[in-house]
C-alpha cells in the first residue's frame, strides 16, 4: 500500500513538471519547394525544444532557483501538501527541541518566555515570507496570505479545535458542573459539557486584551482618516511588542499553567509506574490479540494483590503496591499516590476497591498508554513497548514540567549532550520553517492564480493545519474528560491565540509598515475580533460549557468565511 501511495505521489510529481510541446519540422533547406506549411516553420526557431507547462501557458518563478513549481492545480495541490508537511516537521522538532530544553533549563523563564515564542515561530515564518520578498507590488499581492494565516490559525482555533475538544471531553452535567469521567448521556445539548477553572477564564480575558493591536489599526479606517494609517500601524506595531513582552513575563511570574501541567504528569507518572509493576507480577499478557487490555489477567492481578481475599483492595493494600514503585525521581509522595489511585478506580466513593473497579480502571490506563505506543509485532512486544513508552512520556513530561521553582533545577545525565541535541533540533526546525515558507507562499499564491480562489481564503482554510502541532495532543487531553484537563486544553488554546494577536500579529504589522504597504485589511481584522470577543466573553463569564455551545463555535468557522467575502465582493471594502 504504501510503495503505490509513493508511486501515486511521484506519478503526480512528474505530471507538475510536464510540458506541452511544439515540434518543427526538420528538412533541408533545398527541399522546400513542394512542401505545403503547417504554420509552424514560419516561427522564431529556438535553439532547444522549448515544453510548456500542461493545461496552462503560464510561467512560474521557481522559488530559490532550483524548487519545483507550477502552474496547474492538481500541482500545487501536490506542491502545499508537501510544504506543509515539511512546515509541520519544523514545528514539531521546534517544540521537541524546546522541551528538551526545558527539561535542562527549568520552566521558569524557558516555559514563560521562550516556549511561547518558539510555538509560533512557524506562523511567524510564513507571515514574513509573504511580503518580504519581491517588488513593493509583489509584496501587496502576496501578503494576503499572510493575513489569511493570521485569521484563519485564530478562527480555526477557537471555532473548530474549540468545539472539538469540547465534544469530545463532555462529561455529564450535575448542578451545572461537569462530573469528571462520567458520560452516560451521550449527545444532551443541555445535559453533557465541561467545566473549567476560574484560572481559563483569566486566560480567556487575556486574549481579549491581546485585541488591541488590532483595534488602534482600524482605528483610521473607522473615522475614514486613511491618511494617518502608517502612523496607526506604527502604534500598533509597538503596542503588540509590548503586549508581548507583558504576556511572556507574565507566564514567568504566574506559570499556573505549567503548575496544571506538573500536577498532570505527576498523575501519568503514577499510572505508568503502576502499570510497568502489574507487568511484572502478571503470569499472561496485559493485551489480547485484538490489542485489547486482558481482564483474565487484570482480575488475577486483582487476587494477588488483594492479600487478606476479601474481594476488595483497602488503601493499605493499595500502598503496599505503590510503595515498590521508584517514586522518588518526581519528589511524589507515597500517600499522594495511593489517593490518586483511589479517586481514579472507587467510583462507588466506598473507600474500598473492588474487582469490577479494578477491571475498568487498570483497563481505562491501559487505554491510555496505548496513545504513546508505536508498530510492531508480537502481543508481549507489545505490552513492553506500550508500557515503556508510556513510561519514558510521563518521565519526559515530569522533567519537562517539574518544580516550578527556577533556582532548584534537578540534574539530569548527560546534561551536556542533551544542550547540543535540544540547540540542534531547535536550529534545524528553525531552518525548516524559514526554508519551507517561501515556496509554500508561492504554492498557495499560484493554486489561488490557477483556481481564482483568492489567496487570503487559501491560507485560511489550508495553512493553520500546518502550521499548528498542538491540535492532537490538545484532543487527547480532552479524551481524559476531567475538569482539570479541560481547564488546560482550553488555557492553552486561549494562549495560543494570544501569542498569535502578538506576536504574528507584530511580524505582518512590521512588514506593512517597513515595507509602505497598503492596510487593506479591514473585513479581516473585524473577523478576527468578533470571533476572539464572542469566544472570549463565553469563556469569560463562565466556567461550565453546555454541549449546545460547540453548534454556536463550529457555526462561527463558516459565517467568519462568509462575513469576510460579502465585506470584500459584495459591499467593497476591499
Known amino acids: 500500500m504504501e510503495k503505490k501511495l509513493v508511486c501515486f505521489f511521484l506519478a503526480i510529481f512528474f505530471l507538475t513538471l510536464a510540458r506541452s510541446s511544439q515540434g518543427r519540422p526538420i528538412t533541408s533547406n533545398y527541399s522546400t519547394l513542394n512542401l505545403v506549411s503547417d504554420g509552424v516553420q514560419t516561427l522564431q526557431q529556438p535553439n532547444l525544444l522549448h515544453l510548456n507547462r500542461l493545461f496552462s501557458s503560464d510561467t512560474c518563478t521557481e522559488t530559490y532557483g532550483f524548487l519545483p513549481c507550477t502552474t496547474t492545480v492538481l500541482g500545487n495541490v501536490f506542491l502545499i501538501l508537501v510544504y506543509s508537511y515539511f512546515m509541520f516537521l519544523g514545528a514539531k522538532l521546534l ?77 455529564d452535567l450535575e448542578n451545572s458542573v461537569a462530573v469528571d469521567q462520567k458520560d452516560t448521556k451521550v449527545f444532551s445539548l443541555t445535559g453533557s459539557g465541561v467545566s473549567t477553572d476560574i484560572w481559563t477564564s483569566y486566560a480567556a480575558r487575556i486574549m481579549i486584551i491581546s485585541l488591541i493591536p488590532f483595534i488602534i489599526v482600524q482605528i483610521p479606517e473607522v473615522f475614514q482618516a486613511t491618511s494617518h494609517s502608517h502612523l496607526a500601524i506604527m502604534i500598533s506595531l509597538i503596542v503588540s511588542i509590548c503586549l508581548l513582552l507583558a504576556y511572556s513575563l507574565y507566564q514567568i511570574f504566574q506559570p499556573w499553567i505549567q503548575k496544571r501541567r506538573l500536577a498532570y504528569a505527576k498523575h501519568k507518572h ?55 514503585i521508584q517514586f522518588e525521581e518526581i519528589d511524589l509522595d507515597i500517600e499522594d499516590a495511593v489517593a490518586q489511585v483511589m479517586k481514579d478506580f472507587d467510583k462507588s466513593q466506598d473507600s474500598q476497591v473492588d474487582v469490577d473497579e479494578f477491571v475498568t480502571g487498570i483497563s481505562r490506563w491501559l487505554n491510555q498508554a496505548r496513545h504513546f505506543a508505536r508498530n510492531g509485532k508480537g502481543q508481549d512486544d507489545l505490552s513492553i513497548r506500550l508500557l515503556n513508552n508510556f513510561q519514558q512520556q510521563t518521565k519526559k513530561e515530569q522533567d519537562l514540567f517539574g518544580d516550578q521553582n527556577d533556582e532548584v533545577v534537578e540534574t539530569i545525565e548527560n546534561a551536556k549532550w542533551h544542550a547540543y541535541k535540544a540547540v540542534f533540533m531547535l536550529l534545524l526546525g528553525t531552518i ?137 465582493y459584495v459591499v467593497g471594502w476591499s
Do not use: H
Not at 114 to 133: H, K, N, Q, R, Y
Not at 287 to 302: A, I, M
Not at 444 to 463: D, M, Q, R
Open 270 to 324: 503514577v499510572i505508568s509506574g503502576i502499570l510497568r509493576n502489574l507487568k511484572m507480577l502478571t503470569l499472561g499478557k496485559l493485551f489480547k490479540e485484538d490489542g485489547k487490555p486482558n481482564t483474565d489477567v487484570v482480575e488475577r492481578l486483582f487476587r494477588t494483590i488483594d492479600q487478606n481475599s476479601d474481594g476488595k483492595l483497602s488503601a493499605a493494600e493499595l500502598r503496599a503496591l505503590v510503595v515498590g
Open 432 to 568: 525548516i520553517a524559514a526554508v519551507t515558507a517561501d515556496p509554500l507562499v508561492d504554492a498557495v499564491e499560484n493554486f489561488s492564480t490557477a483556481t481564482s480562489i483568492p489567496s487570503f481564503f487559501v491560507s485560511f482554510v489550508i495553512l493553520p493545519f500546518a502550521s499548528s502541532s498542538e491540535v492532537v495532543s490538545t484532543l487527547i487531553f480532552a479524551s481524559k474528560k476531567k475538569s482539570r484537563m479541560a481547564s488546560l486544553m482550553y488555557s492553552e488554546i486561549y494562549g495560543s491565540v494570544t501569542m498569535s494577536n502578538t506576536l504574528s500579529l507584530a511580524v505582518f504589522l512590521g512588514l506593512v509598515f517597513f515595507r509602505d504597504l497598503t492596510w487593506d485589511f479591514s473585513s479581516e481584522v473585524l473577523v478576527i475580533i468578533i470571533v476572539c470577543i464572542v469566544m472570549g466573553l463565553i469563556a469569560s463569564f463562565r466556567t461550565t460549557f453546555p454541549l449546545w455551545i460547540s453548534l454556536v463555535a463550529y457555526a462561527l468557522y463558516p459565517l467568519s468565511l462568509l462575513l469576510v467575502y460579502i465585506l470584500n
Open 95 to 171: 517544540s521537541n527541541g524546546s522541551e528538551i530544553l526545558l527539561e535542562i533549563l527549568g520552566p521558569g523563564i524557558i516555559g514563560g518566555l521562550f516556549l511561547p515564542v518558539l510555538s509560533s515561530l512557524p506562523d511567524a515564518t510564513i507571515i514574513l515570507a509573504s511580503g518580504l520578498s519581491g517588488s513593493t507590488a509583489t509584496a501587496q499581492s502576496q501578503v494576503s496570505v499572510g493575513m489569511g494565516l493570521l485569521a484563519g490559525s485564530t478562527v480555526m482555533l477557537l471555532t473548530i479545535l474549540w468545539s472539538t475538544c469540547l465534544v469530545v471531553g463532555k462529561c
